[in-house]
């Protein structure tokens, strides 16, 4: 058994919110509180199963209420990290210092030459059939798969982070991730509007 197996009996309870949680991604943060509210013998799907029948509506909403409030807490956390990333990009976008700037697309030219130089060696040594050279590139393979593993997924953290600043800058605000999502929706549900 599982959180989301006990998802339509929660809500069919009073709690949505909570109901909701327990089949989505957090639905083990969801059980914890819920299974602590309504006083479950353990933290399991199955003890919840069975404590649910019983349980005071009271203490199912209070569940609810809990759940909300961690929700709210999350939200503010975000919303606050947001806000001081988008202190950051609009502070680096602003600044005149040609190292900050630059530093990421150099970076991604330079990976970008590293790839077709060692591309070149390759199909260099392929035509003129050096098999020790060959050799010696398959096997630091795993030292090469490696190293540009870690070099390619910095690049991919800088498209990304590219990518937010220039969202940013067009709108003002940032792209939500998917704690915050889930928060606007909980507050939205809740009717509190965005300060």
């Not at 059980?31 to 199955?46: C, H, K, Y």
């Not at 900050?100 to 970076?107: D, G, I, K, L």
């Amino acid at each position: 058994m599982e959180w989301g197996d006990l998802a339509k009996q929660v809500i069919s309870l009073g709690a949505p919110m909570l109901g909701t949680a327990l089949g989505g991604p957090l639905g083990g943060m969801a059980g914890e509180i819920l299974a602590r509210a309504i006083g479950a013998a353990m933290s399991t799907p199955a003890s919840v199963q069975a404590a649910l029948p019983t349980a005071d509506p009271n203490k199912l909403a209070e569940a609810e209420t809990r759940w909300a409030e961690m929700i709210r807490a999350e939200a503010e956390t975000q919303r606050a990290a947001i806000a001081e990333t988008q202190a950051t990009i609009r502070a680096e976008l602003a600044s005149e210092d040609a190292l900050q700037r630059w530093w990421r697309p150099a970076y991604a030219l330079e990976l970008t030459v590293e790839c077709a130089a060692l591309w070149a060696v390759l199909m260099h040594e392929f035509w003129t059939g050096d098999v020790q050279t060959i050799n010696t590139l398959i096997n630091a393979t795993a030292l090469l798969v490696a190293y540009w593993g870690f070099r390619f997924g910095v690049l991919g953290v800088y498209i990304s982070g590219r990518t937010r600043e220039k969202v940013s800058a067009v709108t003002g605000q940032d792209a939500p991730g998917m704690i915050e999502t889930l928060a606007k929706a909980v507050l939205a549900k809740q009717g509190v509007k965005k300060k």
